[in-house]
């Protein structure tokens, strides 16, 4: 049975630093791309970052210079560096797992927490 395990979250300061983790466990099979996306309650989940197969990556505007990701497709692992977080990155970051043709994988969620 394929899992998806995210590690990392907690609390921070303002302008803090936070690395997250993501792999899985099982036959995944082949991917397209491994990506972090965070929801606050309320409101639709946002695509934050992610690496596709190619090596390419992708960064949603409101982190673009503050968060990287990177990883290693083929070992199906990703991590996502985030830097001089803000109160607006509070959310449940979930790394998610995108096959061609079939439906994607998303882990259980970690917490981020930006507060004073």
């Known amino acids: 049975q394929v899992q998806v395990l995210e590690s990392g979250g907690g609390s921070v300061q303002p302008g803090g630093s936070l690395r997250l983790s993501c792999t899985t466990t099982?036959?995944?099979?082949?991917?397209?791309?491994m990506g972090w996306y965070r929801q606050i309650p309320g409101k639709e989940r946002e695509l934050v970052a992610r690496?596709?197969?190619?090596?390419?990556?992708e960064h949603g505007d409101s982190v673009k210079g503050r968060f990287i990701i990177s990883g290693d497709i083929a070992k199906k692992t990703i991590t996502l560096q985030m830097s001089d977080l803000k109160f607006e990155d509070t959310a449940v970051y979930y790394c998610?797992?995108?096959?061609?043709?079939?439906?994607?994988?998303w882990g259980q969620g970690t917490q981020v927490t930006v507060s004073p």
């Open positions: 099982g036959d995944v099979g082949v991917v397209s791309f």
């Open positions: 998610s797992v995108v096959r061609p043709f079939e439906p994607r994988y």
């Open positions: 690496l596709r197969n190619t090596g390419v990556t």
